[in-house]
């Protein structure tokens, strides 16, 4: 008999620190990584593209047209490079205006279903480590160890401040700190799989914690779940 491949969803709101955290736990444990945000950030970037605006209210066809590049868009994962119809546009998608037209079009239920698939096609042998909004919720609900990870909107926006200076690009705090708020709030109200901890979840709030201790909490949570020893884990070199 085949087995499902292991998943841990890490699911949580902007900035709380998830991405990292996945990253690191998918390399300590082996298994691959999914980087959810990083889709909704494509197809933000393909609408911008095609002159698509963050103010504009869009019409039935472009949403439309929105679900059909969530389905088809030529995207490749190769490590850390993104690349979007060939062309590598890792950095690209990090901008906050491109996180934030993702946030828009995020709220459009054809668009989500369009990307389902594409979501579910990462989880291969031996696992998958997946962050987002809804890994547990919705792309994953069978996933047996699911974490919903999270930080006050403050610290959020202190990392968020050190993402985007580190990557080359300027930031305010202040209008982060409002920017974070506002992005939770449309995350959250909306209609189609809200930003909520799954049924079950481990909720961990990293406020306190370093991205290593949040990793360890993570991975004694994972040992607790599949019934072994912290010390019993594979280790992978390079750790
Ligand atoms: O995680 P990241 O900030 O890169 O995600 C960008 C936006 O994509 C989020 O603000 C959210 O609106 C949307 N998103 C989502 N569901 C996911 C991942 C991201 O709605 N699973």
Same mark, same amino acid.
């Given at each position: 008999?085949?087995?499902a491949p292991m998943v841990i969803t ?21 298994l691959h990584?999914l ?58 998608? %990090?901008?906050? !205006?491109?996180?934030?037209? &993702?946030?828009?079009?995020? =709220? ?6 369009? /990307?389902? @698939?594409?979501?579910r096609?990462f989880a291969?042998?031996?696992g998958l480590v997946a962050?987002?909004?809804?890994m547990g919720?919705?792309v994953f609900p069978n996933a047996p160890v699911k ?42 109200? %909306?209609?189609? !799989?809200?930003?909520?901890? &799954?049924?079950?979840?481990? =909720? ?6 370093? /991205?290593? @201790? ?26």
């Amino acid at each position: 008999m085949r087995h499902a491949p292991m998943v841990i969803t890490i699911d949580g709101p902007t900035a709380s620190g998830k991405g990292a955290v996945a990253q690191a736990v998918a390399c300590r444990l082996g298994l691959h990584y999914l980087d959810s945000g990083a889709l909704y950030r494509l197809v933000a970037l393909q609408a911008m593209h095609h002159g698509y605006t963050f103010d504009t209210v869009l019409t039935g066809t472009q949403e439309a047209q929105l679900a059909v590049w969530a389905r088809h868009l030529p995207v490749v994962f190769e490590g850390d490079l993104i690349l979007l119809d060939g062309v590598n546009v890792s950095a690209e998608i %990090r901008a906050e !205006a491109v996180g934030n037209m &993702a946030s828009k079009i995020a =709220v459009i239920g054809l668009l989500r279903e369009g /990307l389902l @698939e594409r979501q579910r096609d990462f989880a291969q042998a031996p696992g998958l480590v997946a962050d987002g909004r809804d890994m547990g919720s919705i792309v994953f609900p069978n996933a047996p160890v699911k974490v919903f990870l999270t930080a006050s909107s403050q610290i959020r926006a202190e990392r968020r401040y050190k993402q985007l200076i580190d990557k080359g690009f300027s930031a305010n705090i202040t209008s982060l700190v409002a920017d974070l708020n506002e992005r939770d709030a449309r995350d959250s109200a %909306r209609k189609h !799989a809200p930003l909520k901890a &799954a049924h079950g979840a481990y =909720v961990l709030d990293s406020s306190e914690l370093t /991205l290593d @201790e949040t990793v360890e909490k993570l991975l004694q949570h994972y040992a607790k779940v599949v019934g072994l020893a912290l010390n019993e884990l594979p280790v992978r070199s390079g750790f």
